[in-house]
């Protein structure tokens, strides 16, 4: 986008997607939250529509719905489905349609331009709105270390990542107000992590550490035989029965608190893979 100077990479971005078997409906299960923001009987453009999956989603809510892509092939494949979709530079069509929107989204795009255009490009976004229109944008999370060490680095077309304070800076530069962002559910990605509740830290320091000296189990099978073969009470074995069971229980656990913990910890590497800051033009 504004970028002629610049070495350009040709790359067709619908071949990417069938090579990498990026299923649609799967897309459209993961942006259905992001429709939901969006009024029904507004007009909304999806600046980067690729092959039209969002305005489906807000055709789906009665909501109006233009796509726009510079990529040819990626536009084929919207209007294939009968979408209202055009090829043109995103920048270029939002200066040329200032206070026509009432909404418009724009997801894994800033990624894929250079940096110092993405100031310039959310101020055109926020400028094609009309009174209380919304702008969404959505983009890889970077706290996702699948993310930050392997999935960014597939599409020989992203740049760089961002981080939510950044935009929502972006966006108040831009005169937007009601700035929120989040993470998507949705998009999981990484490790398959065991969902625990949390841990009772408190809890876990109260557990006894160690089962008194006297009581602890014999390290060896020889040292167990030797124990149960030894002549003694009934009430005796019994009690040695108990100790063992409530010694297995404390260490079970132990180790079932460690597991939580660990899940915990992994699960702070591996956020939802995208986020999105989504903000409101100003009412007249």
Same mark, same amino acid.
């Given at each position: 986008?504004?970028?002629?100077?610049?070495?350009? #990479?040709?790359?067709?971005?619908?071949?990417?997607?069938? =090579?990498?078997?990026?299923?649609?409906?799967?897309?459209?299960?993961?942006?259905?939250?992001?429709?939901?923001?969006?009024?029904?009987?507004?007009?909304? !453009?999806?600046?980067?529509?690729?092959?039209?999956?969002?305005?489906?989603?807000? %055709?789906?809510?009665?909501?109006?719905?233009?796509?726009?892509?510079?990529?040819?092939?990626?536009?084929?494949?919207?209007?294939?489905?009968?979408?209202?979709?055009?090829?043109?530079?995103?920048? !270029?069509?939002?200066?040329?349609?200032?206070?026509? =929107?009432?909404?418009?989204? $724009?997801? /894994?795009?800033?990624?894929?331009?250079?940096?110092?255009?993405?100031?310039?490009?959310?101020?055109?976004?926020?400028?094609?709105?009309?009174?209380?229109?919304? #702008? $969404?944008?959505?983009?890889?999370?970077?706290?996702?270390?699948?993310? /930050?060490?392997?999935?960014?680095?597939?599409?020989?077309?992203?740049?760089?990542?961002?981080?939510?304070?950044?935009?929502?800076?972006?966006?108040?530069?831009?005169?937007?107000?009601?700035?929120?962002?989040? !993470?998507?559910?949705?998009?999981?990605?990484?490790?398959?992590?065991?969902?625990?509740?949390?841990?009772?830290?408190?809890?876990?320091?109260?557990?006894?550490?160690?089962?008194?000296?006297?009581?602890?189990?014999?390290?060896?099978?020889?040292?167990?035989?030797?124990?149960?073969?030894?002549?003694?009470?009934?009430?005796?074995? #019994?009690?040695?029965?108990? !100790?063992?069971?409530?010694?297995?229980?404390?260490?079970?656990?132990?180790?079932?608190?460690?597991?939580?913990?660990?899940?915990?910890?992994? %699960?702070?590497?591996?956020?939802?893979?995208?986020? =999105?800051?989504?903000?409101?033009?100003?009412?007249?």
């Amino acid at each position: 986008m504004g970028n002629e100077g610049s070495p350009r #990479l040709i790359i067709s971005q619908r071949d990417y997607y069938e =090579f990498m078997r990026y299923d649609s409906a799967e897309l459209k299960r993961r942006y259905a939250t992001y429709a939901d923001h969006f009024t029904p009987g507004g007009l909304v !453009v999806d600046i980067g529509c690729g092959r039209g999956e969002f305005i489906e989603l807000l %055709r789906q809510r009665n909501i109006e719905a233009l796509g726009v892509d510079a990529d040819d092939d990626m536009i084929a494949v919207a209007r294939g489905k009968g979408l209202n979709a055009t090829v043109a530079d995103g920048m !270029v069509y939002l200066l040329s349609h200032p206070g026509e =929107f009432h909404g418009v989204f $724009m997801a /894994h795009l800033i990624e894929h331009i250079p940096s110092a255009q993405v100031p310039e490009l959310i101020r055109a976004a926020a400028a094609a709105l009309r009174p209380s229109g919304r #702008l $969404m944008v959505v983009t890889p999370n970077p706290r996702n270390l699948q993310m /930050h060490l392997h999935e960014f680095w597939i599409d020989l077309q992203h740049v760089r990542f961002y981080v939510p304070d950044t935009i929502r800076w972006l966006f108040q530069s831009a005169g937007l107000d009601e700035i929120n962002d989040g !993470v998507n559910p949705e998009y999981v990605t990484g490790p398959a992590i065991p969902s625990h509740e949390p841990v009772d830290l408190e809890a876990l320091q109260r557990m006894p550490r160690r089962v008194p000296q006297r009581h602890r189990l014999r390290g060896t099978l020889r040292q167990r035989l030797a124990e149960w073969l030894t002549a003694e009470s009934t009430l005796q074995r #019994l009690d040695h029965a108990e !100790v063992a069971v409530n010694y297995l229980a404390t260490e079970l656990r132990k180790s079932d608190a460690t597991v939580q913990l660990l899940g915990q910890l992994l %699960r702070g590497y591996y956020p939802p893979g995208e986020f =999105f800051v989504t903000g409101v033009a100003p009412a007249v």
